[in-house]
């Protein structure tokens, strides 16, 4: 083939791989290899196949939105770069993130779905979940799904039976091994539901509310407000019917303050990550002070405190979603360490326009402050910063 001039016209969607994965090479980043896929379908099969194989990167912090806009802002920490990245159709509607490459969406009508904001895959959920004692409405009432309607909080978990944390961060494939788990707003109680699957299963609960969970050793954990440990054994053939979380482990004494609390499972370890906060100056500002980690004693069903976490690095977000990595598999990532965001907000509850954002060594006590640009920290007026680790399969 030659252009206009006569000239020969090279078809680069012919290139070898040899000479592909020669390129890939000399990048670094994911991000790279996500701007790589996007030539053509040679390219992206071979992006793929190399992002298979590497040592995954830190996961990127996706900031709030301005109005209306259908672009969201990602952090790469890797990189300390800024991508604006188009989101159609989730403007205002509420997001968590997770570490398997998904956003997990809640429509206005209360209808879920999973999305991967790379490779632009989504998988529906069943219809919306509802809750025991709480009322079925459209959520535009509240002018944003962002607002806190029938669901408090929500958690993606991967569960595979026999394992203990799982296949590869980063990757979403085996979508039948994920799960979703809602909390009620109004009852506490919890429902979960799988992509594919015909509906949501309720799980009673005692009263109160549930702050945070995670999956681990077969088992669903959930940490109510009271510190109280509960626990779920869920199974695969779940399609309907009701379970039962019952309590697993007693509180710890004293009780800290169990609403700043996240669970996160870690190699079959299953860890309690209770964040505290301090005043700053005059101003009322509230900000993280410090964290306090507890490890399960599964026989003796007893949290025990500890002092360092080796080489695993803990991710918390302002949703008490949590995740972990192995430090030595994860490019710039410092063991022993717990990445976090939140907003500034006041004693009043009222947000003040910026992220708290940091690394707080869990053996030296302290915290490194992570500066995060103005231009577009500033811009979410609802939604917490959240994690989620950026997947091309």
């Given at each position: 083939?030659?252009?206009?001039?006569?000239?020969?016209?090279?078809?680069?969607?012919?290139?070898?791989?040899?000479?592909?994965?020669?390129?890939?090479?000399?990048?670094?980043?994911?991000?790279?290899?996500?701007v790589f896929s996007a030539v053509c379908r040679s390219w992206r099969f071979v992006a793929v196949k190399e992002f298979s194989t590497r040592r995954i990167q830190l996961p990127w912090l996706m900031l709030g939105e301005n109005h209306g806009s259908e672009t969201r802002g990602f952090f790469s920490f890797y990189s300390s770069k800024h991508y604006n990245v188009?989101?159609?159709?989730?403007?205002?509607?509420?997001?968590?993130?997770?570490q398997y490459g998904w956003l997990l969406v809640l429509e206005f009508n209360r209808q879920f779905f999973l999305f991967n904001p790379v490779t632009r895959v989504r998988l529906d959920l069943p219809p919306k979940p509802i809750f025991k004692g709480e009322f079925d409405h459209d959520d535009r009432q509240n002018h944003a799904a962002s607002v806190p309607g029938f669901v408090r909080k929500a958690f993606v978990l991967r569960y595979a039976s026999g394992s203990g944390s799982g296949s590869r961060p980063g990757s979403s494939t085996n979508h039948d091994?994920?799960?979703?788990?809602?909390?009620?707003?109004?009852?506490?109680?919890?429902?979960?539901?799988?992509?594919?699957?015909?509906?949501w299963i309720q799980i009673r609960t005692p009263f109160g509310r549930i702050e945070s969970a995670a999956w681990c050793n077969d088992r669903l954990f959930a940490i109510m407000d009271t510190g109280n440990l509960l626990s779920c054994e869920i199974f695969d053939d779940s399609s309907s019917g009701t379970y039962e979380?019952?309590?697993?482990?007693?509180?710890?004494?004293?009780?800290?303050?169990?609403?700043?609390?996240?669970?996160?499972?870690?190699?079959?370890?299953?860890?309690?990550?209770?964040?505290?906060?301090?005043?700053?100056?005059?101003?009322?500002?509230?900000?993280?002070?410090?964290?306090?980690?507890?490890?399960?004693?599964?026989?003796?069903?007893?949290?025990?405190?500890?002092?360092e976490l080796g080489d695993r690095a803990l991710f918390i977000d302002g949703d008490n979603y949590a995740m972990s990595l192995s430090a030595s598999e994860v490019k710039e990532c410092k063991g022993s360490c717990i990445y976090f965001v939140e907003k500034y907000w006041d004693k009043w509850?009222?947000?003040?326009?910026?992220?708290?954002?940091?690394?707080?060594?869990?053996?030296?006590?302290l915290i490194i402050p992570h500066f995060v640009s103005d231009a577009f920290s500033s811009c979410a007026v609802r939604p917490n910063p959240i994690w989620v680790m950026p997947s091309l399969c």
């Open positions: 083939m030659r252009n206009w001039l006569g000239l020969p016209v090279r078809d680069w969607s012919q290139l070898p791989d040899d000479l592909l994965l020669l390129i890939l090479s000399r990048t670094n980043a994911v991000e790279d290899l996500i188009m989101l159609p159709n989730m403007s205002g509607r509420r997001i968590w993130g997770s091994r994920f799960l979703v788990v809602a909390v009620g707003n109004v009852s506490g109680n919890l429902a979960f539901a799988k992509p594919g699957g015909r509906n979380a019952k309590e697993f482990a007693v509180e710890l004494d004293p009780v800290p303050a169990w609403n700043n609390s996240s669970l996160v499972e870690s190699s079959g370890d299953l860890f309690l990550v209770v964040r505290f906060f301090s005043g700053e100056n005059s101003k009322n500002w509230h900000k993280t002070k410090y964290f306090e980690v507890y490890k399960l004693d599964f026989e003796a069903k007893e949290w025990a405190k500890v002092q509850g009222r947000y003040l326009g910026s992220n708290d954002v940091g690394i707080f060594s869990v053996v030296d006590r």
